[in-house]
């Protein structure tokens, strides 16, 4: 058999552990995760090196024997790449390509490349370019200074220098460009929201770590044909569906991009707005790979992006996901309790898929209460709708219709709104 890995180009991984690590990873948990990326970008990991220092050094990001090493490894597994744990500056990264003269990357640009190879939908697409122009721009000025030294005499403007200026201002209009046109396609699912609302639905949001089994969730919830890998970021656009729960009440579902330490501050502002759609939820389910030895600092992570997007206060199902994978889990362990609400299922088998479906059904039924409704003549399909959605118990025809009916605040709310009146009891 031909192993057609064999042909993909070999990696070698090199991460700097510093007294103020603050990751909630250890510095080699979090060089497999950069290992997971490389694969899913196509590459096949030599080894991986670290080292221990006060902070990484300012040139080379680790010290000159460590270097030597690493040039020792790269020769030996004739590596065509050396990627950083971290995000290197301009500086490092040239300096490291001059030492070892092979290709030099860090953790950003492998995320960046993966995102780009991902994209599917035309936002996404800007969405990615956005963040590369943003990641290039810093990196093209040391390039083009160290060229025009080279080029121009002492006090003059080289060429190279005369060229920096015309690129660079070049990437700032494309990425002004972008931004309008990004700003043009979020008004637009704003309306489509809008519209949407005319059904007003409660949505839940799923998130969690990257390769938490999402996407396998919303597959199996609603049959969905969303793409799912064992890879880091398969999917980064969001796809929502509609699911009728067992109590008969319908929800709009979404899947969503995962979450990752170390997640590059270019790809968070310029996914801001797929995000903001994501934390308008009203309910969450956070997933989570429980087979994972790591699943811990995942979860932490994942909380911290949230407080991070504001997003920490929307109510949460914890999803304990692959259980299958597991040989034994206690489900009454003390380290789980701290989840208020939360289930243990298997997205890939369908085990136990029906308590999660429960529980979802269990918190929109706390969230039921009577309310009453002033409806205009005019507005008879939102009479419908409360029909529809709740238990009435009065109606009343004078100059407008009153309702009053018990049914899911969530969507109560959302019609209220949508009358401009906010009467309840
Ligand atoms: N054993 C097991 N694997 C799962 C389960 N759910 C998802 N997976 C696998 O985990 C990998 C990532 O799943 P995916 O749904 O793409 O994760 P996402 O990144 O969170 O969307 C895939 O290989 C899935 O087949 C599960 O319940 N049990
Ligand atoms: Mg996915």
């Known amino acids: 058999m031909i192993d057609t890995a064999a042909a993909a180009p070999i990696a070698i991984l090199i991460a700097v552990q510093t007294d103020r690590h603050e990751s909630v990873f250890s510095v080699t948990d979090s060089l497999v995760e950069l290992g997971e990326l490389a694969r899913t970008a196509g590459l096949r990991v030599g080894t991986m090196v670290h080292q221990y220092r006060d902070s990484p050094h300012r040139k080379t990001y680790m010290g000159s024997g ?24 301009p500086a490092q990264q040239k300096t490291l390509e001059q030492i070892l003269k092979v290709k030099i990357m860090d953790r950003t640009a492998l995320i960046l490349d993966i995102f ?3 994209a599917q939908t035309f936002e996404a697409q800007l969405q990615v370019e956005m963040a590369q122009l943003e990641y290039l721009l810093p990196r093209l000025t040391r390039l083009w200074t160290h060229l025009s030294r080279l080029g121009g005499g002492i006090g003059t403007k080289g060429p190279g220098e005369k060229q920096l200026e015309v690129d660079k201002r070049q990437i700032r209009k494309r990425i002004s460009t972008i931004r309008e046109k990004l700003d043009k396609i979020k008004l637009q699912r704003f309306t489509q929201r809008e519209r949407r609302h005319e059904l007003p639905l409660t949505t839940v949001a799923i998130i969690g770590y990257t390769n938490a089994g999402k996407s396998t969730l919303i597959n199996q919830l609603t049959q969905a044909n969303v ?4 890879l880091l970021f398969a999917t980064l656009d969001p796809t929502t569906r509609r699911l009728t729960l067992p109590s008969n009440e319908s929800i709009l579902i979404t899947d969503t991009v995962g979450f990752i330490q170390k997640l ?49 206060h929307i109510p949460q199902i914890t999803v304990f996901n692959k259980v299958d994978a597991l040989e034994h889990i206690d489900v009454a362990n003390p380290e789980y309790l701290r989840f208020p609400l939360r289930c243990f299922i298997s997205a890939k088998t369908g085990q136990r898929l029906e308590s999660l479906v429960d529980s979802i059904d269990q918190f929109l039924a706390s969230r039921r209460k009577s309310m009453t409704f002033h409806v205009p003549y005019s507005r008879m399909d939102v009479v419908n709708l409360i029909h529809e959605m709740g238990d009435v118990s009065h109606v009343d025809y004078h100059s407008e219709v009153t309702i009053t009916a018990t049914l899911n605040t969530i969507i109560g709310d959302k019609i209220m709104g949508d009358l401009g009146t906010h009467k309840k009891n």
């Open 66 to 89: 460590k270097i030597e090493e690493i040039g020792q490894v790269v020769a030996e597994f004739s590596a065509e790449v050396v990627i950083a744990d971290d995000e290197l500056t």
């Open 116 to 118: 780009a190879k991902r």
């Open 227 to 230: 793409f799912s890998e064992n």
């Open 264 to 312: 590059p501050h270019q790809l968070v502002s310029s996914f801001r707005a797929t995000l903001e759609e994501v934390v308008d939820a009203d309910l969450l389910l956070h997933v989570i790979d429980v087979s994972h030895d790591n699943w811990r600092a995942m979860v932490a992570t994942a909380e911290g992006l949230l407080r991070d997007l504001k997003a920490d």
